[in-house]
């Protein structure tokens, strides 16, 4: 056991991140940094009712800046959430987002920041060839991130996923200057975070990590980065979500997060693109959708993967390292963190399958699975799934 106070340290890479326990004091010198003068802070109204978001205004207000406080973000946020941000962005003549909380309320600070001073929609720059090019990059408003789960990583990531309402569809909008001018990462804003939401937060950082890992492509930076992240999380993660005050795991949670957003800019994988539809069709949680179709995905892409998982079960020291190995701790690690096995278990019914197939195979994060997803093995993938039958 070492001590959290320890952890505290100041990163430059993926972009400046204030790491540690207390550094939210930061938070007006880190503003002023941005040259913000009058920002929005964005959150969720959960979040907005808890004393750190009472706190944050009350510092900023008391360094003299014109903060505001706009909330209307829900989980999995939607494309009226980010208008409604971007109408009080203008209203209140902001000139920059303080991003808070968990990945909702980033994601959607973020898109607000982006899209506010734009003259195109939102979802014109979904995640596609080069929609990111279409946008003015001048126009995009400093961003400060302040994550309080541990898990999508949004905080040092590129990208916002915004539900469009109007087809349903969890749409990636992506621009590099998304990415937070600065991060705020203190790991104390996230020992209030309960049991089940730091184990559903936690795998998704588990996620993100194994997909870009297994993404291929050249990209030894992200694979690196990616593994040590996994080690973190299988070391880590399981005192957070049974001890939730130890600040020394949250730390580490915290880290291994940022570290899987940043190995994902290598690409995703099956994981993800399932989860994107079944989070959008069924409002799941992002992070428990992600962990439940883990080793199913796993499975699927066996023949693609053996090598690599050679060498991560070595690194994460399992027993006979190897495909099973790895296999077989996710599936104990999962039980030990009390996640289900079955999408069933968790509300998914097979009366939107052709949907779910059609929209996993259009998903932006598909074509680096590494093995290609076609229409009748990714259906058969998304039944065992929701049968929690693993051959
Ligand atoms: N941008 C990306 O790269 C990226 C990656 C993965 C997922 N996502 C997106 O992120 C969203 C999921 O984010 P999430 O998993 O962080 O959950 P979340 O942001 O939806 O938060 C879940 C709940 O936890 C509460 N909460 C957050 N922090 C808390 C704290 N410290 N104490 C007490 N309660 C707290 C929130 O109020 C909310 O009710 C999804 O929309 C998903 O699509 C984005
Ligand atoms: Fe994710």
């Known amino acids: 056991m070492g001590d959290a106070a320890?952890?505290?340290?100041?990163?430059?890479?993926?972009?400046?991140?204030?790491?540690g326990p207390g550094r939210i004091a930061s938070l007006p010198a880190g503003c002023r940094s941005l040259g913000m003068a009058r920002p929005l802070l964005v959150t969720d109204p959960g979040l907005a009712a808890l004393p750190m978001i009472a706190e944050a205004l009350e510092l900023c207000r008391a360094d003299g800046l014109g903060v505001a406080l706009f909330s209307e973000v829900k989980g999995n946020p939607t494309g009226a959430n980010v208008e409604a941000g971007?109408?009080?962005?203008?209203?209140?003549?902001?000139?920059?987002?303080?991003?808070?909380?968990?990945?909702?309320?980033?994601?959607?600070?973020?898109?607000?920041?982006?899209?506010?001073?734009?003259?195109?929609?939102?979802?014109?720059?979904?995640?596609?060839g080069t929609n990111w090019k279409l946008a003015d990059p001048e126009a995009i408003a400093p961003i400060l991130a302040v994550p309080t789960t541990a898990g999508t990583g949004s905080e040092t990531g590129r990208v916002g996923v915004i539900l469009d309402e109007r087809d349903h569809i969890k749409k990636i909008v992506f621009h590099p200057k998304m990415l937070p001018?600065?991060?705020?990462?203190?790991?104390?804003?996230?020992?209030?975070l309960p049991a089940k939401l730091t184990a559903a937060t936690g795998m998704d950082a588990l996620a993100h990590c194994l997909e870009a890992y297994c993404a291929p492509g050249f990209q030894p930076l992200c694979e690196g980065i990616a593994v040590e992240g996994m080690r973190l999380i299988k070391d880590w993660l399981p005192r957070a979500v049974h001890e939730g005050q130890d600040v020394e795991a949250r730390a580490y949670m915290l880290a291994a997060?940022?570290?899987?957003?940043?190995?994902?800019?290598?690409?995703?994988?099956?994981?993800?693109?399932?989860?994107?539809?079944?989070?959008?069709?069924?409002?799941?949680?992002?992070?428990?959708?992600?962990?439940?179709?883990?080793?199913?995905?796993?499975?699927?892409?066996?023949?693609?993967?053996?090598?690599?998982?050679?060498?991560?079960?070595?690194?994460?020291?399992?027993?006979?390292?190897?495909?099973?190995?790895?296999?077989?701790?996710?599936?104990?690690?999962?039980?030990?963190?009390?996640?289900?096995?079955?999408?069933?278990?968790?509300?998914?019914?097979?009366?939107?399958?052709?949907?779910?197939?059609?929209?996993?195979?259009?998903?932006?994060?598909?074509?680096?699975?590494?093995?290609?997803?076609?229409?009748?093995?990714?259906?058969?993938?998304?039944?065992?799934?929701?049968?929690?039958?693993?051959?």
């Open 6 to 19: 320890d952890l505290k340290s100041n990163w430059n890479f993926p972009t400046q991140v204030l790491f």
């Open 86 to 128: 971007i109408a009080a962005f203008k209203a209140g003549g902001h000139d920059g987002v303080i991003a808070f909380g968990g990945g909702s309320a980033l994601d959607a600070g973020k898109t607000i920041a982006f899209v506010a001073r734009q003259s195109r929609h939102w979802s014109e720059f979904e995640d596609r």
């Open 181 to 192: 001018g600065l991060v705020i990462s203190d790991p104390e804003l996230t020992v209030g």
């Open 257 to 391: 997060a940022s570290m899987g957003s940043t190995a994902f800019q290598k690409g995703l994988g099956a994981i993800h693109s399932l989860s994107h539809p079944v989070g959008a069709l069924y409002d799941t949680h992002h992070g428990l959708t992600n962990a439940v179709f883990m080793p199913y995905v796993l499975q699927f892409n066996r023949t693609a993967i053996e090598a690599k998982m050679q060498r991560l079960a070595a690194w994460l020291g399992l027993g006979t390292p190897g495909f099973p190995a790895f296999l077989d701790w996710v599936l104990r690690f999962r039980e030990e963190l009390g996640i289900p096995h079955s999408l069933a278990e968790i509300g998914v019914d097979d009366s939107r399958t052709d949907e779910i197939v059609a929209m996993a195979l259009d998903d932006p994060t598909a074509p680096t699975n590494p093995v290609p997803l076609e229409a009748a093995p990714v259906r058969r993938l998304f039944e065992d799934a929701l049968a929690g039958r693993l051959a």
